[in-house]
Structures are given as C-alpha cells and as structure tokens.
C-alpha cells in the first residue's frame, strides 16, 4: 500500500511530518519548570484518532491522579502536572492511534529545577550555654546554591572567628556557645546560574543553667507560738528561672500557710506561718529554666513544747503488780519523772525505791512506772511531768487498788434481852464495794428480815436489827462480804444481857453538917450492856423512905446535900444499864457534924481611895448555920481602944474609913453564926504618907479627853497672848488683821460722804509704846491711812518718834 507523507512547516511548532491520515502535535517541546510549580500541556491530533495517550518519562502510561490530571477530547487532551517535584522531569509523550491500530506521538521535555527555598528555618534558635551550638539554615536549591554566614553585618570565616564553622549542610557551629554570642544571624544563599539570591535572619538565644544560692540553711522555730519562719533562695539564670518549693517529694502550692513572693534581684521566699510541729523538716527550693534546673535543700528544727499524749488511769489488785505508762512528744524529746502526791516522793528513769517495789523505766518519750506487790496505801494520785529545755507539762492519773473485803471492826458480840431489839453493825471496807447477806445456822436472812429481824443495807455496812423473842434468837450470826476480788466472812454473836453487878468499896467523905461525898467503885459486870448511870440512896437511920440520887452519866462520886447535922445516915449504890437496876451494894453508915461556932475567916487587903482600906473578907467553915455577921475591930499600933465595925454576913469585904496617914493598923476579924463566934483572925496593914499635890497627882485623877482638853486650852491662851503682844508691838497678827478689815469697811461705808469726794483721809492715832510697854508720854503717832482701795499705808509722823 502507497501511502503518501506530507511534511509541515508551522509557525511556532517545529518540522515534523506524519501521514496525511494522522498527525499528533503537543504545544510545547520543552519546558523548564521549578518545583512546586504546575504546568499542562496540550496534545493535538489530525486524523481520525480513536483514542489519545500520555506516558511519563519511565514510559509507563499516565493515569489520572492528583497531582496529573488528565483532559481528553476527540482529537484532542490535556496533560496537567500539579506542584511538579524533581522526579516528575524527563520526556513525556502523547501517543494518537486510529482505528486500523496504526498510532502516532509526539513528545515533550520537561525540565524541573529548584529555587532557592529555605526550608522549615525556626527562629529563634535557642541552645544551652557552653555546649556546641548549631545553627541549622536549611536551604535547598538546584543546582546547589553556595550560603554564606554574617553576624552583626560582618561575614563570618573561620579565619577570623575561631569559634564559628560553616558545616558541609550549611549549618553554623558556635563552638562553646555564651551569652555573648547570642543575637541576630543572617544565612544567605545564591544560586550564580540564574542570578538568584536570598537570606534569612536566625535569632540565636543563649539559655544559661539557673545557678541557686541560700543565705541561711537552717532554721529554728518553736511550734503552737504563731511563729513565722521565711526560707529565702537567690537565682540566676536565662532565661529567668521558675522557682518551685517542695516538701517530701510534693510541690507546696499557695495557701494560708504557705506564702511565695517574689523580689527583684531573683529572691524568692517561702514564709510559713502558724508553725506547728509537723512543719519540721527539710524544704527543696529548686530553680528551672530551658537550659536546666538546680536544687537546693534547706532545714526546719521545729521546737515542741512537751506534752503528755497517753495517761491513763490504772485499777490493780492488791498484791499484784501495776504498771502505769506516761507518754510524751515534744522537740527535743522531753525527760519524764513522777511524782508520788501522797508524801511528794519522785521517781525519774532508773530510779528504784528502797523497799524495791517502785521502779521506773523510759525510752524514746515514754515511761513506765512499775509498782510490785502493790498496797492500800499506794492507792492515790500519780503525777506524770514531761520537762524540756522549751517548757513543761503535768498530768495526774489516779491508781486505784482493788482488795477483798476488809471487816473494821473486832466488837463481835452483842448483848440485848427479850423484847429489847439490837443493832449487830457489820462494817467492810471493799473494792470494788462488796455484796454482803447474814446467814443464821445456815440459812440466809432475807433483806426483807424476818419477824424478828430486818436488815439495813448502806455502801460498806450491813445492820442487822434483831428483836429477840424467846431464846432461840440468841447465838450466833454470820455476816459474808463478797466482791470480784473474794469473800471474807465474820461471825456475831448475840448474848443475853443481864443487869449490872453490884458496885463496891462504897466511902464518906468530906463530911460536913449539911454535905457528904460517896465514892465506889465500878461493878465487875456490866451484865454486857454498857452502865447508862448509877443510883445512890440514902435515908436516916430508922427511917424507911430511901431518897435517890442519880449520877451524873457514870461518874462514881455523888454528893450528897441537905443533910441534917449531928444525923445518921445510910447510904447504898446500884449500877443501873439497859436491861435494868442491879443489886445495891452493902449499906453504908455515916454520921454528919453538929453545928458549932464557925471557922475564922480569911482576909486579904487592899488599899482604897484617899484614906480609906479595903478589907477582903473570904467564908470558911460556916460551922453548919449562917455566918450572922462579921466583927471587924482595928486600932493603930500606938492605941490601945479598938474600934469596932460590924459587916453583914453575906458580904465579902469591909472598908475602913477614915484612917490617919503614916501609920500602922492591927485588925482583928471574928465570924459570928447562931451558936457563937469563931476565932479571930488577925490581920496587919500600914497607911502611907499623906502624897504631896503635884502635876501628876493633879493629873491622876483626870482622864485621857480631860488631860488633852487642857493642854488644848492652854495652847490656845498662849497664842492669843502672843497674838496681842505682836498688835500692840509688832502691829501685825490676827488682832491687826481684825483692825484693818473693819477700817477698811468704815471707808468704804463712810465714802459716800464728802469727805471721801473730796478726797481726804481718816486717820487712826494709836499710841506708840516703847519697848518696856509703857506707854509714852510724847505726843508722837503713827499715822495710819485709810485709802479708798481698802489699802493701809503708815506714816511716821514729823516728830520720828
């Protein structure tokens, strides 16, 4: 088959020639392209074409994608490359096939170069001081584009700067990097084949290690005193570091007793308030910035006053051991002693009593104070003291010691008769208190009681009241005292009572006509109820009517008064208890004395008022009948006529009056009673000098006001005799203040008469004295000017006298 070929000449397509039938056209042959860029291309067909194809560079056909896309006609498609990349370069071509099969192409070449392009370059760069700093400049550009370095508009060599390099990858080393390096650094890259040129500006920042320092390390502060203590770091650093304060592995954070500030200079404080005793401790102040972080720890001793936290009260049995435990805190650990209250004694660690019982033990802010074979008398108040240099602190506990029943009292047996009912007591002294019952031959009485009995029950005692009715009720009853600790029991016994025996050694005396004093002795039984009083009769001898005496309580002395002198009397003595009278005791005789004269009295003296004496008269034996009188006859030593003063018998002195001075009297007393006069009693006294009339005897007589009243009055005399002298001599004194006050009101009332207008003066002319007091005869005065300002103003006159 011929077929013929025409060739083609078009403007702006180059040379080619196809078969008439089908010819393939692509509008460009060759384009240059930089990365990112996108391009399409047009594929043209003459012909009749049944289908139009794209191969890329690898020859493998083009299919539609994202970043090729693909547009096709009849006789015509599009090829478009988006955002090409290097890979996408080579020569791509557009292949027409018609219907027999026969195809045609076209081609194009695609050229894809790189632009300058700074890629991801961040700024600012930042790195730590003193290590090798890189500084990235990622440029990228084809062919390879040839980058410089400047900083502060200076390029940078290594000849000159020693400590910059420019890597093989553009990038800038700084070769130990500090804070003087850092600033503003500009990358530039050009690429000579096409002219191009760009820069970029790098920050670089130089972050320096937070570098800490503390003032104070440690710390001192008491706890529950409101006390504050502020922790103070000082920090350095680029850039400026955060600081953080940490306890026990936890970040404090603000609160009302953490407070952070922060001042300039890089100080920042931590201030605890209200410092308790968990406060005490180590705190971390830590400083953190890019380039790193530095701690530092500082210390809080927080000081505690002591204080007990564990004492309790101890309960022990008698016998057995009590261990009493005193706990304590506190900054520094206090030292812990005991104290005994019932005597004061003290125990401290290690101490042991003497009788070995009381020892005490402590470690670590406890002690333990061990009392073996412990006692009654141990029972009481313990004091626990926890004592520090910081202060104190006390507590009491108190040990209470639980024993088995104790009876109190040994009177087991008790007397009571028919009818008459009887208190049996059982006393206990228990702890804890005791549950007590009676038992009577095996039985328990009821504390409802019986017929007979009935049982009152208080804390620590147990009465019974027994009413015996016949025998049976006498004998012997049990009182058991139980509690928790044991049982103890004690045994009464109710007896029948019996009257008193008799008493005896019945004896008189101090018989007088009218008195007798009986004395005996105690019966031997009281018949078991106590002797309530004794009963003493007494008649005449011959009489039948026996007169009673009772004792007072159970005194065995009686008087016996109203008796009848010159009698005889018998007397006997039955002790009287409970249960009744006892026998008498054998009779007794005694006589009382008849009535005779009475004894001389006693005297004593006394001197009296002025010339008078007191004579003291005291009653002896009055012989049975009343004193009648008393006869009191007195003479002076040099007399011999007695004088004679007669005194009633009931009184009890006698005064005589009136006597002569200087001399001596001789007294004679006799008492008289109806059946004659005693013996007389003698009796001397002596009268003294007549006193002389003095101040003191003057004053002797006056009492205290009197006395004061006197000299008052005295005093007061001898000041207005002053006072004249002083007016008449001196002419000053109250006198003379008397005088001017009422010239001066003569003035003022005379001044509304024309003297006074016309202004003319009063005159007071007073005769001088001299100095003997007498007046003088000259006719010289002292002139004495009234003026109206109520003003006194002397004058001597011409004469000077």
């Given at each position: 088959i011929n077929k013929t070929f025409l060739c083609f000449k078009l403007i702006n397509f180059p040379f080619f020639c196809s078969i008439a039938a089908l010819q393939v056209s692509i509008s460009l042959n060759k384009v240059e392209l930089s990365v990112g860029e996108s391009k399409f291309f047009i594929c043209t067909a003459i012909g009749e074409p049944v289908r139009l194809d794209w191969y890329n560079p690898q020859g493998e056909r083009i299919v539609p994608s994202k970043r090729m896309a693909l547009h096709t006609e009849t006789s015509r498609s599009r090829l478009i490359i988006y955002n090409a990349i290097i890979e996408d370069a080579g020569i791509y071509r557009c292949q027409a096939t018609d219907a027999s099969g026969h195809t045609e192409e076209a081609s194009v070449v695609l050229e894809i170069y790189q632009r300058l392009t700074f890629r991801d370059v961040q700024s600012p760069q930042e790195f730590r001081h003193g290590e090798t700093a890189e500084v990235v400049c990622d440029v990228i550009s084809s062919p390879v584009p040839v980058v410089v370095w400047y900083y502060q508009d200076r390029e940078i060599t290594e000849e000159h700067h020693s400590k910059f390099q420019v890597l093989p990858n553009n990038n800038l080393q700084i070769h130990q990097v500090t804070k003087a390096d850092e600033g503003v650094y500009r990358c530039?890259?050009?690429?000579?084949?096409?002219?191009?040129?760009?820069?970029?500006?790098?920050?670089?920042?130089?972050?320096?290690?937070?570098?800490?320092?503390?003032?104070?390390?440690?710390?001192?502060?008491?706890?529950?005193?409101?006390?504050?203590?502020?922790?103070?770091?000082?920090?350095?650093?680029?850039?400026?570091?955060?600081?953080?304060?940490?306890?026990?592995?936890?970040?404090?954070?603000?609160?009302?007793?953490?407070?952070?500030?922060?001042?300039?200079?890089?100080?920042?404080?931590?201030?605890?308030?209200?410092?308790?005793?968990?406060?005490?401790?180590?705190?971390?102040?830590?400083?953190?910035?890019?380039?790193?972080?530095?701690?530092?720890?500082?210390?809080?001793?927080?000081?505690?006053?002591?204080?007990?936290?564990?004492?309790?009260?101890?309960?022990?049995?008698?016998?057995?051991?009590?261990?009493?435990?005193?706990?304590?805190?506190?900054?520094?650990?206090?030292?812990?002693?005991?104290?005994?209250?019932?005597?004061?004694?003290?125990?401290?660690?290690?101490?042991?009593?003497?009788?070995?019982?009381?020892?005490?033990?402590?470690?670590?802010?406890?002690?333990?104070?061990?009392?073996?074979?412990?006692?009654?008398?141990?029972?009481?108040?313990?004091?626990?003291?926890?004592?520090?240099?910081?202060?104190?602190?006390?507590?009491?506990?108190?040990?209470?010691?639980?024993?088995?029943?104790?009876?109190?009292?040994?009177?087991?047996?008790?007397?009571?008769?028919?009818?008459?009912?009887?208190?049996?007591?059982?006393?206990?002294?228990?702890?804890?208190?005791?549950?007590?019952?009676?038992?009577?031959?095996?039985?328990?009485?009821?504390?409802?009681?019986?017929?007979?009995?009935?049982?009152?029950?208080?804390?620590?005692?147990?009465?019974?009241?027994?009413?015996?009715?016949?025998?049976?009720?006498?004998?012997?009853?049990?009182?058991?005292?139980?509690?928790?600790?044991?049982?103890?029991?004690?045994?009464?016994?109710?007896?029948?009572?019996?009257?008193?025996?008799?008493?005896?050694?019945?004896?008189?005396?101090?018989?007088?006509?009218?008195?007798?004093?009986?004395?005996?002795?105690?019966?031997?039984?009281?018949?078991?109820?106590?002797?309530?009083?004794?009963?003493?009769?007494?008649?005449?001898?011959?009489?039948?009517?026996?007169?009673?005496?009772?004792?007072?309580?159970?005194?065995?002395?009686?008087?016996?008064?109203?008796?009848?002198?010159?009698?005889?009397?018998?007397?006997?003595?039955?002790?009287?208890?409970?249960?009744?009278?006892?026998?008498?005791?054998?009779?007794?005789?005694?006589?009382?004395?008849?009535?005779?004269?009475?004894s001389p009295p006693a005297v004593h003296g006394q001197r009296g008022m002025g010339k008078a004496y007191r004579l003291g008269l005291v009653k002896q034996d009055d012989g049975g009948m009343p004193i009648v009188e008393y006869i009191v006859k007195y003479k002076t030593d040099k007399e011999e006529q007695w004088m004679t003063k007669l005194v009633p018998g009931a009184n009890d002195f006698a005064m005589l009056q009136p006597l002569q001075w200087n001399t001596r009297y001789e007294v004679e007393i006799t008492a008289r009673n109806v059946k004659g006069l005693s013996e007389p009693t003698f009796y001397q006294f002596f009268m003294p000098q007549k006193p002389d009339i003095t101040a003191e005897s003057l004053f002797s007589g006056l009492g205290l006001g009197a006395v004061v009243g006197l000299g008052l009055g005295a005093l007061l005399l001898l000041l207005v005799l002053v006072d004249v002298s002083c007016f008449f001599l001196r002419h000053c004194g109250l006198l003379m203040c008397i005088t001017r006050s009422l010239c001066s009101k003569k003035t003022a009332t005379s001044g509304k008469g024309k003297e006074i207008e016309e202004g003319k003066a009063a005159y007071l002319k007073l005769p001088l004295k001299e100095e003997n007091g007498k007046e003088s005869l000259k006719p010289d005065t002292i002139e004495i000017k009234v003026h109206s300002d109520n003003s006194l103003h002397t004058k001597p006159d011409d004469s000077k006298a």
């Open positions: 530039e890259a050009s690429v000579e084949a096409r002219g191009e040129i760009d820069f970029v500006d790098i920050a670089v920042v130089v972050n320096v290690p937070p570098v800490l320092s503390v003032f104070q390390q440690s710390f001192n502060a008491t706890a529950d005193y409101q006390e504050s203590v502020t922790f103070t770091c000082i920090t350095s650093g680029s850039p400026d570091p955060l600081v953080t304060w940490h306890r026990k592995g936890q970040q404090l954070e603000p609160s009302e007793q953490h407070v952070f500030n922060r001042l300039e200079g890089g100080r920042s404080m931590l201030t605890i308030r209200n410092i308790r005793q968990g406060d005490g401790g180590t705190y971390t102040c830590k400083a953190t910035n890019k380039a790193g972080s530095q701690e530092r720890e500082l210390f809080l001793k927080v000081f505690v006053q002591p204080h007990i936290t564990q004492l309790k009260n101890v309960t022990a049995v008698e016998g057995s051991a009590a261990m009493i435990s005193c706990v304590a805190e506190g900054e520094p650990l206090p030292d812990i002693s005991w104290r005994r209250a019932s005597d004061g004694q003290t125990f401290v660690d290690g101490d042991k009593s003497q009788d070995g019982r009381f020892e005490v033990r402590g470690r670590h802010g406890k002690s333990v104070l061990t009392i073996s074979g412990v006692k009654l008398t141990d029972l009481g108040r313990f004091d626990c003291e926890a004592l520090s240099r910081i202060g104190g602190h006390q507590k009491s506990m108190f040990l209470d010691i639980e024993y088995i029943p104790k009876f109190l009292t040994n009177h087991t047996i008790y007397y009571s008769w028919e009818g008459n009912p009887v208190n049996i007591s059982c006393d206990v002294m228990s702890n804890p208190p005791a549950t007590m019952l009676w038992r009577r031959e095996r039985f328990t009485i009821s504390a409802e009681g019986t017929a007979n009995t009935r049982v009152h029950s208080a804390e620590g005692k147990s009465v019974l009241e027994v009413t015996p009715m016949s025998d049976r009720d006498f004998g012997r009853y049990n009182c058991t005292a139980r509690n928790n600790i044991g049982v103890r029991y004690q045994e009464f016994i109710l007896a029948q009572a019996d009257v008193p025996s008799n008493p005896y050694s019945v004896r008189l005396s101090a018989v007088s006509q009218r008195l007798a004093t009986v004395t005996f002795m105690k019966p031997d039984s009281h018949g078991g109820v106590p002797i309530s009083y004794y009963l003493v009769q007494y008649k005449e001898v011959g009489s039948q009517e026996w007169r009673d005496v009772k004792s007072h309580s159970v005194q065995t002395t009686v008087v016996l008064t109203g008796l009848e002198p010159n009698t005889t009397y018998e007397v006997r003595v039955a002790a009287v208890n409970g249960k009744g009278q006892g026998e008498f005791s054998h009779t007794e005789t005694f006589q009382t004395l008849p009535i005779r004269e009475p």
